[in-house]
């Protein structure tokens, strides 16, 4: 017994254990042992390698964080705005002044700020002038790295300031296994935005077109085994040269109790690679060891992101998601205070 439970390099010497009803599938894929049972408290429960990668009941807070973290710290609609043209035609046609505005700004304006400078225009131009703002608001492209399960996916697309989301996955079994076990997660796919990739996320990024994407999210597994470098320097290169400037990545980052090396180190990586910002969340997952599940965030050099201040509050979304489940998790308030760490994490960090 003790060999078994108590060998996971990961976590030695400690094992967390949910009563098992019924075994619902075991297979071998070419990366690893793909397990599905029945628990009796959790609902289904997905396994690979022996760890738990998702429970039908808790799942909620891991792919509502993972995936809400970074998105709702963008602007939305995506305020770069390529081009700002004021209506010719209109212009003409009422016969008063006209006034070609053709800005180029290659960052991000902020909404606020552009409804300050046509008002301001407006009250120059006197109140006349009709003028009409066309503008090409750019969508966003995302970019998942591993959750072949389809739940982030699932959280992703309740953003409509989202047009193409990305997904590489390693292992085709997860997805299949997942469209059919577990329903409620495997809707992500459904979405027509999301691009499935099955391959291995190293490949996959070190082919990426650089700036491509606006964020980037690390749903990987444990670093034993296919995600191995997933952790490592030359992945964090190829991630942030495929993200625009001022794009984001969230990782998932482990538990604050059993892995700060670990954590300590993707920091140093991050704050050597991501030259925005690099902050650490933390949410409570019960079935991951220890309880609790991290998350490292980043932001490349360019228009600064403020992690801590949702800016596009999950509130405020425009529309309904087609899957039409509820947030079970997250919150706003949940997303701010999930950068509150402990002091001895703030210690050991550096994050004072
Ligand atoms: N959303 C469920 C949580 C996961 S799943 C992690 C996924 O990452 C798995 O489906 C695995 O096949 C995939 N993966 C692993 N390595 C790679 C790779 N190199 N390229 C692409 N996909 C990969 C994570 C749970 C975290 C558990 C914390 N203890």
Redesign the pocket.
């Known amino acids: 017994g003790k060999k078994v439970f108590f060998n996971n390099p990961m976590w030695p010497g400690e094992a967390h254990s949910l009563e098992v009803k019924n075994i619902l599938f075991k297979g071998k894929s070419e990366?690893?042992e793909v397990l599905v049972f029945q628990s009796s408290t959790y609902g289904k429960v997905l396994v690979?390698d022996g760890?738990i990668?998702?429970t039908e009941k808790d799942?909620c807070a891991?792919?509502e964080m993972i995936a809400h973290l970074p998105l709702c710290s963008l602007p939305s609609p995506k305020t770069v705005i390529s081009k700002i043209f004021i209506n010719l035609a209109e212009a003409i046609l009422f016969g008063k002044v006209f006034v070609i505005l053709s800005t180029f700004v290659d960052g991000l304006v902020h909404w606020q700020l552009l409804n300050v400078v046509v008002a301001a225009f407006g009250y120059c131009c006197n109140t006349n002038l009709h003028v009409r703002l066309t503008l090409l608001q750019c969508k966003m492209q995302v970019l998942v790295?591993?959750?072949?399960?389809g739940?982030?996916l699932r959280e992703i697309s309740r953003h409509n300031s989202v047009e193409l989301i990305d997904i590489?996955?390693?292992?085709q079994m997860?997805i299949d296994v997942s469209k059919k076990f577990f329903p409620e997660l495997a809707v992500g796919f459904e979405d027509p935005r999301v691009q499935v990739h099955v391959g291995?996320?190293?490949e996959f990024l070190r082919n990426a077109p650089p700036g491509k994407y606006d964020a980037i999210i690390v749903?990987?597994?444990?670093p034993v085994?296919?995600?191995q470098?997933?952790v490592e320097k030359p992945f964090f290169e190829t991630i942030a040269r495929a993200l625009r400037p001022g794009g984001v990545l969230c990782n998932?980052a482990?538990s604050m109790w059993l892995h700060t090396h670990l954590i300590e180190d993707m920091i140093s990586i991050c704050r050597e690679t991501f030259k925005g910002s690099v902050h650490y969340a933390w949410a409570s997952v019960p079935t991951?060891?220890s309880g609790v599940?991290g998350f490292l965030v980043c932001s490349t050099e360019g228009p600064p992101v403020d992690f801590v201040k949702p800016i596009n509050p999950i509130e405020k979304l425009e529309g309904a998601p087609k899957h039409k489940r509820e947030l079970r998790f997250y919150n706003s308030e949940i997303h701010s205070a999930a950068f509150a760490l402990p002091s001895f994490l703030r210690r050991e960090v550096n994050l004072l």
């Open positions: 990366y690893q690979l760890i990668q998702l799942e891991y792919q790295v591993g959750g072949g399960d739940g982030v590489c996955e390693i292992d997860v291995d996320a190293v749903d990987s597994s444990d085994g296919p995600a470098e997933l998932m482990e991951y060891p599940i």
